[in-house]
Structures are given as structure tokens and as C-alpha cells.
């Protein structure tokens, strides 16, 4: 089955700095990769995906970025505010299984004011 | 849409109960997903459903689990006998899946506790 590896699992960043949070998938056959964000005792909510025939996707502050060869793909957050202090997770899916999504073990952001 | 509504939001129970958790995923979405999060586990997929028919439920950490979704809107998890090990966070998702897939809409979870 798909596995996914998240680094870094803690992050501790200045606000203002840049976040890059990184990903790696086992399985070629995923093509469809969301990340999440679950602030302290809320629900994980979806903030940006990006499917396999695309390189590259941004939306505002964030960005991810997929390779699809080294089977790999990353998160930047810049101009990083305190609100963006959370915990991120990758994932990874394969439409043939029902949508199922394969889950990082999550990275906890802080952004220092 | 109200999103996934999941039920009771708080849970305290005492060892051996019986506890359903309840889950109404949004209305047209056709996959249905139950996790449960701790600190030391993560994420953990249970079981999940494709157009209410069960697809995988290998994560089902034990018998004592059961999950079914009769209808399109409703989804329930069971535990029986539960066990203090089964304190966590559970989550119901759904998503819409017509042949690429799509991100999952979490519910606000179900804080289970049990003494």
C-alpha cells in the first residue's frame, strides 16, 4: 500500500520567514495530493491540493509544488503569520480507491512574533 | 451546506459500555471515512465506505468495532465493550468521488473518553 513520509515534524519559524514542509509517496500511482491544516482542537481542514498533471499551484501565501519523478512534493508558506501556527498534514490518493487518502504523520508550525 | 455533522461532540463513558458515534457526511458526497487521532498514533484510518458499501475496514483495530452506513446521510461507529485504550479524537470525513478524486471535508470530531 501507498506510504507517506512528512519532515520535517516540528517546525519553529520567525513570522515573516518562509515554512517549507516536505513529502514523500511510495506508490506512482497516487495522483491527487492535499495538505491539511488542523489547528489546536479543531478539525483538519483542506487548504490546498494539487493533482499529478500539474507541477505547481498557488494560493495567496501558499504553494505546493509536486515531482513527480522523484516522487516527492512540498508546502511554502511565506510571509508566515501566527495565525499559520498549526499542525500540517500531506496526503496522497489514488482515485481508483474510493478517494482514500494516505496521511503524513503531520508537522507542528510555530511562528514566532 | 451545514458540512459533516457528527455526534456527540464529548463522550465520557465508563469501561465495558457500549458507544455509537454518529456521522452525516455532506449531502452528494459518495465516500464516507472514519479516522481516529491520538497524540501517539496520528491519524488512523478505521474503515471507509464508497457509495454506503464498505471497501476497506482493515484499520478496524479490533472486534469490538463495527461501523455501518444504512443510507446515503448517516453513518454510525460502534464500540463494545470499550476500553480505556479506545480514548481519542474520532473524525468522520466525506468526499465527492465521480472519478477523481477530491479532499475530504472533516466533521468536528467526537472527543471519546473512557474511564
Known amino acids: 500500500g501507498e506510504n507517506v513520509e512528512q519532515h520535517p515534524s516540528t517546525l519553529s519559524v520567525q513570522e515573516g520567514d518562509s515554512a517549507v514542509i516536505k513529502c514523500t509517496y511510495s506508490d506512482s500511482a497516487s495522483n491527487y495530493f492535499p495538505w491539511y491544516k488542523q489547528e489546536l482542537g479543531k478539525r483538519p481542514q483542506l487548504i490546498i491540493d494539487?493533482?499529478?498533471?500539474?507541477g505547481e499551484k498557488k494560493d495567496q501565501r501558499i504553494a505546493v509544488t509536486l515531482n513527480k519523478t522523484a516522487k516527492h512534493f512540498s508546502l511554502h508558506i511565506t510571509e508566515t503569520q501566527p495565525e499559520d501556527s498549526a499542525v500540517y498534514f500531506c496526503a496522497a490518493s489514488i482515485w481508483t480507491n474510493a478517494g482514500k487518502s494516505t496521511f503524513g504523520d503531520g508537522t507542528t508550525l510555530t511562528v514566532k512574533p | 451546506d451545514a458540512g459533516v455533522i457528527q455526534s456527540p461532540r464529548h463522550e465520557v463513558t465508563e469501561m465495558g459500555q457500549e458507544v455509537t458515534l454518529r456521522c452525516k457526511p455532506i449531502s452528494g458526497h459518495n465516500s464516507l471515512f472514519w479516522y481516529r487521532q491520538t497524540m501517539m498514533r496520528g491519524l488512523e484510518l478505521l474503515i471507509y465506505f464508497n457509495n454506503n458499501v464498505p471497501i476497506d475496514d482493515s484499520g478496524m483495530p479490533e472486534d469490538r468495532f463495527s461501523a455501518k452506513m444504512p443510507n446515503a446521510s448517516f453513518s454510525t461507529l460502534k464500540i463494545q465493550p470499550s476500553e480505556p485504550r479506545d480514548s481519542a479524537v474520532y473524525f468522520c470525513?466525506?468526499?465527492?468521488?465521480?472519478?477523481?478524486?477530491?479532499?475530504?471535508?472533516f466533521g468536528s470530531g467526537t472527543r471519546l473518553t473512557v474511564v
Open positions: 470525513a466525506s468526499s465527492y468521488n465521480p472519478g477523481a478524486v477530491n479532499g475530504y471535508t
Open positions: 494539487i493533482r499529478s498533471n500539474v
